[in-house]
């Protein structure tokens, strides 16, 4: 799957919230139209000429939108997003399609990115562990509205301060320092 329209993968995780398929005026489901380009999925232009018209869409709901996945086995496009009926509603008349399922986010990715600044600028500042990674755009950030943290050194020290300071935002992890070379 990608997130944020751009990646890939073959799996699919489970959401912590029902999906709900987009459809079109008349109630039915999108249909997926097989695409002319031989180079990948059948369906992969289509998807991911959905996913930037609705990454393009998602600038006028900056306190809605959280992100998206490409989902190119499952030939979908997945929106988190906070419930807002007007932004469900503005996903439904681009008529992308393609499937599209809306899943519900604690957090817009425009709170997510504060909490992200917060905690770019504690890297090279702490003391017991160091902060290698700072991300908040995977489909386990969007579902759980959390920004991921890659810690080397004292993990438990990290988990606990990053968790007083950020609560349940921050899913704070070990994780190796990128090797010289």
């Not at 006028?60 to 997945?78: E, K």
Request: with cysteine; charged share 20%.
């Amino acid at each position: 799957m990608s997130a944020c329209g751009q990646q890939t993968a073959g799996t699919t995780t489970s959401p912590s919230t029902p999906a709900r398929t987009v459809s079109s005026p008349s109630g039915t489901p999108l249909a997926s139209q097989p695409s002319s380009d031989s180079s990948g999925p059948a369906n992969q232009q289509r998807l991911d000429v959905a996913a930037n018209e609705i990454d393009r869409l998602s600038a006028s709901y900056a306190d809605t939108y959280t992100g998206l996945v490409v989902d190119s086995p499952g030939d979908r496009v997945i929106v988190y997003r906070t419930k807002d009926p007007s932004f469900d509603a503005a996903i439904t008349r681009l008529h992308s399609g393609v499937r599209t399922e809306l899943r519900d986010a604690p957090q817009s990715k425009k709170a997510m990115q504060v909490t992200r600044s917060a905690l770019e600028t504690l890297m090279g500042h702490t003391k017991g562990y160091k902060i290698w990674s700072v991300g908040a755009g995977s489909e386990n950030s969007y579902a759980k509205g959390v920004v991921e943290v890659g810690v080397t050194g004292n993990l438990e020290q990290a988990k606990h301060e990053l968790g007083a300071k950020f609560g349940d935002h921050v899913d704070v992890r070990a994780e190796e320092p990128p090797s010289a070379g």
